[in-house]
């Protein structure tokens, strides 16, 4: 990533950190901006973030003490990491129509993790997200073991978590980061 590029990405995540206040009471931008110039692998997994369209903000997520979250908070999944299953497994074990990608392999990429159940309801509380769309989270081994995922959305002013195939894929279906820094 050129300086004008990273220059730009902190440029707008200073504009939502500033706009959102509510997110992260107690941090300060300066620490944000310390931490990320300390650690620039993690600079290129918030522009992967912001490029498909997860507009990442810091975020208290009950993380452990002197982590700084931040993490998609796009009012819908986002754009650009939708039409994926749950992992691997799923995707290569679907012989017809299998999709580009899978949320799990993704996030790899990205440097960044899924949110868990918990994760998820918590980001709920500062907003309301998937309200059009829904989103892949981190399931439970024991659920994954016999062939299912767990994703999220938000309906009727409350949050729901449901299961599918870990092979299933939708249009409006996504999946939220988090990334540690």
Known sequence: MDQAAYDQLLATLKKRFEKNMHRH????????????SARPEKVRSLYEMERTGGEPDVVDLGANAGDIVLCDCAPQSPAGRR?????RAAREGR?????????M??????G????????????????????????????PEDVRALG?????????GRVFVYHNGADSYYGSRGFRGLLKV
């Open 25 to 36: 009471p107690g941090v300060e931008w300066r620490e944000v901006e310390e931490r990320l």
């Open 83 to 87: 039409s994926l299953c749950y992992d």
């Open 95 to 103: 012989k017809k129509h299998p999709p580009e990608g899978s949320a």
């Open 105 to 110: 392999e993704m996030a790899e990429a990205m």
């Open 112 to 139: 960044i993790e899924l949110l868990t159940e918990e994760q998820y309801r918590k980001l709920q509380t500062f907003g309301e997200f998937d309200t059009k769309t829904s989103s892949w989270v981190k399931t």
């Open 148 to 156: 299912g995922a767990l994703f999220c959305d938000r309906r009727y």
